[in-house]
């Protein structure tokens, strides 16, 4: 059963149900007001009864002033008098074929309801000068009246029942067409149209728009989250096609000095040069593998830690040991006394050391390079810009890439290819931006950004 159709059937039993709690009550009420009424009358009647007792029993012949007391009316009075004889009167065309003394059963002053052949009869029982005098009317006018009520509200009911079953119906398409709208999309989507969404056609008071925002949210969240596995598929086919690549150049030269070795084609006094080489090789292949399983761990576990770092003495100290390996490099730190963030203290210490060895490996000893740290409105800002090459703008735009190299002229260092790429990882794993540009005076400056700033 759909949705629609069981909200319609429920509208109706809902309204049925209480259509006839609320028809049952009033008949109710509608016959035991009734009633109260017929009581009242029948205490009238018997009042006057007992009001004129004595001159209704003196005489030979009670049935005379009798008649006059009942006609015209619906009352049906009984009489047995004293010595026993029965006297009926009544104003109505029908009268029961049964007496109804007989019915009583001695109950007086108290208006009942009895039985007889031509329908139930509400009576009261007077005892006037030594006689019992029955006094009734018939509950047929009541009934009637109860069955004429429920007869109209019958006819009513079903008239609203058709008329709301109309409007319910028109009102529940109208509310259920954005399900309608969701369920194409869900359809159009799993056909392979990820770019569909639904149409918001309600505000975010109802909770039909409240639905279609949410829906709308998960799809582009699902949209967003195909597009990275897709670009992470790609990329990382092309690291594997990078990593072979890198390994395949140490690991040749390492199997040839190898083969050279075993075959005795080596001699004495090249040995040493070619063990130096060989051990150049794998000391640059395990460098790139510790590289790759860095990266790699950064792929996996994307967040890092978020705890108060002083970015200060991060740069401080990074730069302090890129001076002890160079001690003629000449490296100018401006930075303030203290700058906290919230990050990872190990993976910054990485970006600081990769900043500057990328310093060290592509520029000449004697070009200097300047540390700058400063904390602005928009988080902390940190540049690392040297005086060397440079590079051309197609290389700026690819240098945070794996494995590539940028302008030969810079070094002929050997490097992996991997120490910017390390770089921009972990600062878009600590939610931050990074970038590099060309000095106008030659030389290139690396900044990166922490959004996440804390006060110091």
Known sequence: MSLRTSL????????????????????????????NRTDDQLRGGASLASARGQQLFNGAEPGQDLRAVVAPTEYLVEVRSPSGIVTRLSGARSVPTGSLLDKVNGKTGTPVTVESGSGDYRVVAVVVAGAIVVVGLPLAIVDGTVRQLL???????????????????????????PLEGITSTATA???????????????????????????????????????ARARSEERLQRFVADASHELRTPLTSVRGY????????????????????LDDETTRMGAIVDDLLYLARLDAEPALLSQPVDLTAVVRDSVADAIAVEPRRRIILEAPETCVVAGDE??????????????????????????????????VHVEVADSGPGLEPAALERMFDRFYRG??????SGGSGLGLAIVAEVIRA???????????AGGLTVWFRLTSSLPS
């Open 189 to 227: 989507i799993s056909g392979g149209d990820f770019d569909r969404r639904v149409s918001i056609v309600d505000s975010e008071r109802t909770e039909v728009g409240r639905l279609t925002r949410a829906v709308n949210g998960m799809l582009a969240r699902i949209q967003a989250a195909l597009s």
């Open 407 to 412: 302008d030969p002229g810079r070094s002929a």
């Open 8 to 35: 319609l059937l429920g509208i109706l039993a809902l309204t049925t149900a209480v259509l006839v709690v609320a028809a049952a009550v009033s008949a109710v009420a509608l016959r035991a007001y009734l009633l």
């Open 346 to 379: 190990h993976s910054l210490r990485q970006v600081m050391a990769n900043l500057l060895a990328n310093i060290r490996a592509h520029t000449p000893i004697d070009a200097p390079s300047t540390v700058t740290l400063h904390n602005g409105s928009e988080g």
């Open 151 to 177: 007869l109209i509200e019958a006819l009513v009911a079903v008239a609203l029942l058709i008329g709301l079953a109309l409007l319910a119906r028109l009102l529940v398409v109208r509310r259920l067409r």
């Open 258 to 277: 190898l083969h050279l070795l075993s075959s005795g084609m080596v001699t004495e006094q090249d040995r040493p040069d070619v063990l130096r080489r």
């Open 430 to 440: 600590h939610g931050g931006e990074v970038a590099a540009r060309s000095n106008p």
